[in-house]
Nanobody, 125 residues
Framework: QLRLVESGGGLVQAGGSLRVSCAASGRAFSSYAMGWFRQAPGKERELVAGISNISIRTYYGDPVKGRFTISRDNAKNTVYLQMNSLKPEDTAVYYC??????????????????WGQGTQVTVSS
């Protein structure tokens, strides 16, 4: 069992930066791939970024490539999403998720194993 709690969301102006965090409690955090998803009102949830269990591999969705960076600190059981050059279209609830490996997280064919409750990010124009 893994419990995920996001934090760090808020209101930021376009062009600004924000870092959201996801703290995990439970066993074997370092054995899971971790990812960030987002969902805007009226839109489907989409994968923003993913990272393998020991940070060897990362994945980014096209809308955030070059602007967002995912990282993790296994000693702190925490995964981060650094968001730079934010745009109003980045406004969404950001969710943390865990899966057994990065491929499973990216494809999502069998769903994600664990989800956080989400944190709101709002980018004003």
């Amino acid at each position: 069992q893994l419990r995920l709690v996001e934090s760090g969301g808020g209101l930021v102006q376009a062009g600004g930066s924000l870092r959201v965090s996801c703290a995990a409690s439970g066993r074997a955090f370092s054995s899971y791939a971790m990812g960030w998803f987002r969902q805007a009102p009226g839109k489907e949830r989409e994968l923003v970024a993913g990272i393998s269990n020991i940070s060897i591999r990362t994945y980014y969705g096209d809308p955030v490539k070059g602007r967002f960076t995912i990282s993790r600190d296994n000693a702190k059981n925490t995964v981060y999403l650094q968001m730079n050059s934010l745009k109003p279209e980045d406004t969404a609830v950001y969710y943390c998720a865990a899966n057994r490996d990065l491929q499973a997280l990216v494809t999502g064919q069998r769903g994600q194993l664990y989800w956080g409750q989400g944190t709101q990010v709002t980018v004003s124009s």
